[in-house]
């Protein structure tokens, strides 16, 4: 029996059993436990391929494999739970851009900036910058896609301004470092490639990145820019 089938037949074993124990006792026949008269011996001699009616699978194989179906099945489960913009009716080109972009954000393949500016909910003006990925992972954008919320710009944000208050605030996020004292304007570093983003509308985006402005009648205004880290991991 080559790999290929000897995969395949652990991979049909696992599926049909529970536990590594149901296949041992699938093995054994009547006649097995008559002779013998011990369903733990006659399980040894079916895991050393003295008794049985089928293939030999070992113990760590079974249970190796059945470990790694589990944790696949999870992390599909676990996928299509996140991805929150999954089924939604969306109408708006700026939540219809986030909704494709958020499966690359979750996993790491991009990182989004989405710069904002509009009124708040007090009629004031509001700007700055927000970290699609770090978001996504602190707060649930159910709300967002479903309409009962407008994602703003927050002072805990890369960036944030009120053009009524002239409150300007930074923060550094776990995936960009802030660069706030450049003479030219405001610079991201993005933290796994080290790679600059530019933010500057007359400046070009940076190494792998892109500056997207988006047509939206939710927002005075949105441009998102995409950074692909080539770093190797």
Not at 77 to 92: F, I, Y
Not at 109 to 120: A, G, P, Q
Not at 121 to 138: F, M, N, P, W
């Amino acid at each position: 029996m080559d790999l290929d089938e000897a995969s395949t037949t652990v991979d049909n074993i696992v599926t049909q059993f529970n536990t590594y124990e149901d296949f041992l006792d699938s093995q054994i026949t009547t006649l097995d436990l008559y002779y013998l008269e011990d369903e733990g011996l006659a399980r040894q001699l079916v895991e050393l391929g003295y008794r049985g009616t089928g293939e030999v699978v070992r113990r760590e194989d079974f249970e190796a494999r059945k470990a790694a179906i589990e944790v696949a099945r999870l992390a599909e489960r676990t996928q299509k739970k996140t991805l929150t913009s999954a089924g939604k009716d969306l109408h708006d080109n700026f939540l219809k851009a986030l909704a494709v972009r958020e499966e690359d954000n979750r996993s790491g393949k991009v990182s989004s900036v989405i710069f904002i500016r509009d009124k708040n909910s007090h009629g004031q003006e509001v700007s700055g910058y927000i970290d699609y990925a770090h978001r996504l992972k602190t707060e649930d954008f159910e709300v967002y896609f479903s309409g009962k919320k407008r994602l703003l710009p927050r002072p805990t944000d890369m960036s944030f301004y009120n053009w009524d208050s002239h409150i300007a605030v930074w923060n550094s996020t776990p995936n960009y470092q802030v660069i706030a004292d450049n003479p030219e304007g405001l610079l991201f570093k993005y933290k796994r490639d080290r790679k600059i983003l530019n933010v500057d509308p007359k400046a070009q985006p940076g190494d792998n990145s892109t500056r997207s402005p988006i047509l939206t009648e939710l927002y005075t205004q949105v441009v998102i820019f995409d950074h692909v880290s080539r770093r190797k991991t």
